[in-house]
């Protein structure tokens, strides 16, 4: 083929309106592969692609197997658009982050990203109270250029930008809006079909005077699946954003509270503890629904 199917299919899906999920159900397919083809991790198989054939015949008159051999230019015409008309999905430069295993990422995610898209609320202690905690929002899916994004909506605030799997983890980076700083995260990744549970490591800038940086560890919990209308699962999560988004007093388990707010430095160490903030992958809560920690 002269460019990727990804391309190509993602062009065809456009100007239909078919989404990936309804494709997928059209196929008989688990909604994921779909979405590798659309990332570029996988082509169809020749029985997958001779199926796909057979239902864009059904909706393109003359559409057969041999379109998909076409260059992007050429199918838009077989399409009735013009090029100039049509949104193609961007390279994976267009993150515009100089990392040099974006493509590594862009496959990994096309394996395993369905497993992170949901909605989930935070638990992270409160950096300016403490004693307090805070929930957060959190919106994520896949977005048209195959990377998994993210949106964060806490009482006004909105963080937006990607969560990039890397080996088992999640780096996550992202732009306040509000107060114009960056967040990150390195998050302990799953292995299951979906992520019921996420912990890691926030880095983010304080909202007092100084914008001072503060760690502090963060459990995510999915509390809900995404939809097929983003601009309806955009509005959700705006609705679920309270505008007081701290944990009422007693709220938050004692045995969570102690998992989220960890003794660091030299007195923390003579006991045992640790030298600096870290969450060890045999303390991590990664790995189904929230336990009943000890």
């Given at each position: 083929?002269t460019e990727?199917?990804?391309?190509k299919?993602?062009?065809?899906?456009?100007?239909?309106?078919?989404?990936?999920?309804?494709?997928a159900?059209?196929?008989?397919?688990?909604?994921?592969?779909?979405?590798?083809?659309?990332?570029?991790a996988?082509?169809?198989?020749?029985?997958?692609?001779?199926?796909?054939?057979?239902?864009?015949?059904?909706?393109?008159?003359?559409?057969t197997?041999?379109?998909?051999?076409?260059d992007?230019?050429g199918?838009?015409?077989?399409?009735?658009?013009?090029?100039?008309?049509?949104?193609?999905?961007?390279?994976?430069?267009?993150?515009?982050l100089?990392?040099?295993?974006?493509?590594?990422?862009?496959?990994t995610?096309?394996?395993?990203?369905?497993?992170?898209?949901?909605?989930?609320?935070?638990?992270?202690p409160?950096?300016?109270?403490?004693?307090?905690?805070?929930h957060?929002?959190?919106?994520?899916?896949r977005?048209?250029?195959?990377?998994?994004?993210?949106?964060?909506?806490?009482?006004?605030?909105?963080?937006?930008?990607w969560?990039?799997?890397?080996?088992?983890?999640?780096?996550?980076?992202?732009?306040?809006f509000?107060?114009?700083?960056?967040?990150?995260?390195?998050?302990h990744?799953?292995?299951?079909v979906?992520?019921?549970?996420?912990?890691?490591?926030?880095?983010?800038?304080?909202?007092?005077?100084?914008r001072?940086?503060?760690?502090t560890?963060?459990?995510?919990e999915r509390?809900r699946?995404?939809?097929?209308?983003?601009?309806?699962?955009?509005?959700?999560?705006?609705?679920?954003?309270?505008?007081?988004?701290?944990?009422?007093?007693?709220?938050?388990?004692?045995?969570?509270?102690r998992?989220?707010?960890?003794n660091?430095?030299?007195?923390?160490v003579?006991?045992?503890?640790d030298?600096v903030?870290r969450?060890?992958?045999?303390?991590?809560?990664?790995?189904?629904?929230?336990?009943?920690?000890?």
């Amino acid at each position: 083929m002269t460019e990727p199917f990804s391309e190509k299919l993602t062009l065809v899906l456009k100007v239909l309106s078919l989404s990936r999920a309804r494709l997928a159900a059209a196929l008989g397919l688990d909604k994921s592969v779909v979405a590798r083809w659309a990332s570029g991790a996988t082509v169809p198989s020749g029985h997958n692609l001779a199926q796909l054939s057979t239902l864009m015949s059904q909706k393109i008159q003359g559409f057969t197997a041999l379109d998909w051999d076409r260059d992007l230019e050429g199918l838009a015409c077989l399409l009735g658009v013009g090029m100039s008309r049509v949104e193609v999905a961007p390279k994976p430069a267009a993150l515009g982050l100089p990392l040099p295993f974006l493509d590594q990422i862009l496959a990994t995610t096309g394996l395993r990203g369905t497993a992170y898209e949901g909605f989930y609320r935070t638990t992270r202690p409160y950096a300016e109270h403490p004693g307090r905690f805070i929930h957060d929002h959190v919106l994520v899916r896949r977005g048209d250029d195959g990377f998994l994004k993210f949106k964060m909506s806490t009482g006004g605030v909105v963080v937006e930008g990607w969560a990039l799997p890397v080996q088992n983890q999640l780096y996550v980076i992202g732009t306040e809006f509000t107060g114009g700083a960056l967040a990150f995260a390195i998050l302990h990744g799953v292995n299951s079909v979906q992520a019921d549970v996420l912990d890691g490591i926030t880095l983010t800038a304080n909202h007092d005077a100084g914008r001072s940086p503060a760690a502090t560890p963060i459990v995510f919990e999915r509390i809900r699946d995404i939809s097929d209308d983003r601009q309806a699962d955009d509005d959700l999560l705006t609705e679920l954003a309270a505008p007081n988004p701290v944990a009422p007093e007693g709220a938050v388990p004692e045995a969570l509270q102690r998992h989220l707010a960890r003794n660091i430095g030299p007195e923390a160490v003579a006991n045992g503890g640790d030298w600096v903030l870290r969450l060890k992958l045999a303390q991590s809560l990664s790995r189904g629904p929230l336990p009943n920690l000890p």
